[in-house]
């Protein structure tokens, strides 16, 4: 099969992408400094892998409140716009596009990053899981249910986390609607046990995701919003008990009332065998509800990629692994070159190893062809 169509441009929103590889959010938590801002070696690392069709930034906490995770870059204060303004430079100076993935973690946090006062969630039941905080990893919190009246601030930084990626100089941004995070734990009726407008129905479940939209659209635009949903997602939530109807509805609503510059579709990564109510393969069950630019991740190699692509299944496919060990990755699949494999030590937290350190193809004289600008001078991985 020819793998020609997965490295033609395509355009989302107002940018023409070189290539339909993008570069998937990860969780890297090298932001060591009191403001959480991106660094010097957030430059280098995002300038190496330019040559994606799209990056997407790692998970970018739009508030304090929003903070789950030691080191995360967040969007909501000035010393991280400046940072992340010197990543966006360094990125478009090499033909780059980027996104910036704005993150709310709600109840999948811990009260260390909230001065000993409870995360925030939909609902009160702890999430059972573990963050990573400054002891190492740790069990999560017990969460306090947010009042019906202060959603509306949530969505405020939303929306304000939206205008400040633009102003860092990002492309457009995508929000987080995946892998247990808020929107799940208002989506998922496992988590969500609220009386209120924002819960019963699948309607009133789904209310909180779509405020965030209408929120953000307002704010920047529709042609630089994306949305990145997991619908047969076991992490952090034990999803929907009517998972198939809920993303059904919301995957169609998204598809007739909006026109986002694309729609990422995260295929499950556990095993579905004894959970029928989930879709097994999300891209092409709920691919047909959606009629606008689809873009699927989930443990894709090569042929799987061009497979996808050609069969009109999905537009992009993201990468998270392959482009964290392989900052050159369109190349390698351009050539079907052997792949670096990626050192599981160094995925949280930690310096330039593992980070910035991974090697390039090497040219016709056997050089490296190394990212001119790697020496910058200024100022489980898990996918988000």
């Known amino acids: 099969m020819s793998a020609e169509k997965l490295f033609t441009p395509l355009t989302v929103g107002d940018k023409k992408l070189k290539n339909r590889l ?22 280098e690392y995002y300038a190496q892998r330019a040559s994606a069709g799209l990056i997407i930034s790692e998970g970018s906490q739009v508030s304090q ?14 010393e991280q716009i400046h940072g992340w303004e010197k990543v966006l430079n360094k990125v478009h100076e090499k033909d780059g596009v980027m996104y910036c993935q704005l993150w709310h973690v709600g109840r999948v946090s811990h009260t260390s990053f909230h001065d000993g006062k409870p995360p925030v969630s939909s609902t009160d039941k ?8 400054a002891d190492g990893f740790t069990s999560t919190s017990t969460p306090r249910a947010l009042k019906t009246e202060e959603i509306p601030e949530v969505i405020a930084d939303f ?49 909180f995701l779509f405020e965030v939209v ?7 635009g529709a042609d630089r919003t994306a949305l990145r949903l997991s619908p047969s997602n076991l992490m952090n939530t034990d999803n929907d008990s009517r998972s198939k109807e809920l993303y059904e509805y919301v995957i ?26 989930l879709a097994k393969n999300v891209i092409e069950y709920y691919g047909p509800f959606y009629e606008g630019i689809l873009m699927t991740n989930g443990r894709y190699d090569r042929e799987e990629a061009i497979a996808v692509v050609e069969e009109g299944k999905a537009d992009m496919v993201s990468f998270a692994r392959e482009f964290l060990a392989n900052p050159d990755l369109p190349e390698r699949f351009r050539r079907n070159a052997p792949l670096n494999e990626p ?3 160094t995925f949280y937290g930690g310096d330039a190893k593992g980070y910035t350190d991974y090697p390039f193809l090497e040219d016709g004289n056997g050089s490296e062809q190394k990212d001119s600008d790697a020496d910058i001078e ?7």
């Not at 200024?378 to 988000?384: F, L, P, Q, S």
Request: glycine share 8%; aromatic share 6%.
């Open 343 to 345: 050192d599981r030590s």
């Open 65 to 78: 409140q929003a903070m789950g995770y030691i080191d995360t870059a967040g969007i909501h204060n000035d």
């Open 214 to 220: 209408d929120a953000i659209v307002d704010e920047i």
């Open 22 to 43: 993008a570069m998937a959010p990860m969780t890297r938590n090298r932001a060591h400094n009191a403001a959480n801002a991106p660094t010097e070696l957030h430059q």
């Open 378 to 384: 200024d100022e489980a991985v898990t996918t988000e």
């Open 159 to 207: 929306r304000k986390a939206a205008r400040n990626a633009i102003t860092a100089g990002f492309d457009g941004i995508q929000i987080h609607g995946a892998n247990g995070y808020l929107v799940e734990q208002f989506l998922h009726d496992s988590i969500n046990d609220r009386d209120d407008r924002y819960g019963g129905s699948i309607e009133n479940r789904a209310r």
């Open 126 to 133: 702890n999430a059972g899981g573990q963050v990573f905080t």
């Open 252 to 277: 169609r609503k998204l598809s007739d009332d909006y026109d986002l510059t694309f729609l990422e579709l995260v295929e499950p990564l556990a095993d579905l065998s004894e959970q029928p109510h």
